[in-house]
Structures are given as structure tokens and as C-alpha cells.
């Protein structure tokens, strides 16, 4: 069992800056994807990026390019999402993930979010 805490959600005004931070209770994130997803009143659970085990690979939804990094620690035990020009449409809960590579995602481990909300 893998605790996953995430933390830094708020109240910001659009155009305006958030990071999001992320914790498990191991040992090392290098042993999981990480992943962000987000979930709007009304709307299904959506991607928002992913750093892989090794630290190197990222990837992120189309709507976040360019304005969310994702980002590791060098101590290998959080993971940050750090969100700029934020608008009114990224509000939403925000969730953590932790899954091994090669397991499927019925074996991830999700935090209980942390709620963004921007104004307009």
C-alpha cells in the first residue's frame, strides 16, 4: 500500500500561478509513473501530465502544454505541477497518481485531490 498526499491547490485569479505538490509514502518515486489528472463538477476524471520512472520522460495533455511543467525532486520523493497562466476552465480537482511501470492502472494509487479554482 502506497499513500499518495497531494497539496497546493487555492483560490488564484486567471493568468495567475499555482504549484501543486505531490508525496507517497515510499521509499523512492523512481519506482512509479507519475501522473497528474484533474476532475470538474460534472466532467470525467482527465490526464494532465506524466513524468515516468527515470525521471526524463514527461508528457502532457494538449490543453496544459506550454503552461503546466511537471517535475521530480531530486531527493526522489515529490512531484510538483507547476501550473502558470492558469485559466478559468483548468478549475477542477487535482489528483496524484503513483503506478508502477508495467502494472496495469487498475494497481495505481491515487491521493484525494486538492481543489483549483480560478477566477476570471
Known amino acids: 500500500q502506497v499513500d499518495v498526499v497531494e497539496s497546493g491547490g487555492g483560490l488564484v485569479q486567471a493568468g495567475g500561478s499555482l504549484r501543486l505538490s505531490c508525496a507517497a509514502s515510499t521509499r523512492s518515486l523512481s519506482n512509479f509513473n507519475m501522473a497528474w489528472y484533474r476532475q470538474a463538477p460534472g466532467k470525467e476524471r482527465e490526464f494532465v501530465a506524466e513524468?515516468?520512472?527515470?525521471?526524463?520522460?514527461?508528457r502532457y495533455a494538449d490543453s496544459v502544454k506550454g503552461r503546466f511543467t511537471i517535475s521530480r525532486d531530486k531527493a526522489e520523493t515529490t512531484v510538483y505541477l507547476q501550473m502558470n497562466n492558469l485559466r478559468p476552465d483548468d478549475s477542477a480537482k487535482y489528483y496524484c497518481?503513483?503506478?508502477?511501470?508495467?502494472?496495469?492502472?487498475?494497481?495505481?494509487?491515487w491521493g484525494q485531490g486538492t481543489q483549483v479554482t480560478v477566477s476570471s
Open positions: 497518481r503513483a503506478l508502477r511501470p508495467s502494472f496495469s492502472e487498475s494497481f495505481a494509487y
Open positions: 513524468i515516468k520512472w527515470s525521471g526524463s520522460t514527461t
